[in-house]
Nanobody
Framework: QVQVVESGGGLVQAGGSLRLSCTAS????????MRWYRQAPGKERELVTF???????YYADSVKGRFTISGDNAKNTAYLQMNSLTPEDTAVYYC????????????????????WGQGTRVTVSS
């Protein structure tokens, strides 16, 4: 069974920074990528950023230049550095860990499966 655990949320003033972490664990997990979503009160969940196992990244326009995603494939972990935070960044941030297919000790980077974390709350005060 795969578990995904996020950490690093909290309360910060506008202009401040936070760093979120997401780690996936489980015998069947093969790191193919990590996605960060967020859901603000009364709004739909939206994709913020993702990183592939090869290091390719995507950012939503709303966070470009302020957020940086990085990954450590060996640790099945991704980090989200959030700078210049604004009240509009207030949301619950969810990690979605993407896995390939494992066959014994071999991992195939197929991005076939994904697993959600429980979310971590980020509150930015004005």
């Amino acid at each position: 069974q795969v578990q995904v655990v996020e950490s690093g949320g909290g309360l910060v003033q506008a202009g401040g920074s936070l760093r979120l972490s997401c780690t996936a664990s489980g015998d069947t997990f093969c790191f193919s990528g990590m996605r960060w979503y967020r859901q603000a009160p009364g709004k739909e969940r939206e994709l913020v950023t993702f990183i592939t196992s090869g290091g390719s990244t995507y950012y939503a326009d709303s966070v470009k230049g302020r957020f940086t995603i990085s990954g450590d494939n060996a640790k099945n972990t991704a980090y989200l550095q959030m700078n210049s935070l604004t009240p509009e960044d207030t949301a619950v941030y969810y990690c979605n860990a993407v896995s390939g297919r494992r066959s014994g000790s071999v991992c195939y980077d197929t991005m076939e499966f994904d697993y959600w974390g429980q979310g971590t709350r980020v509150t930015v005060s004005s």
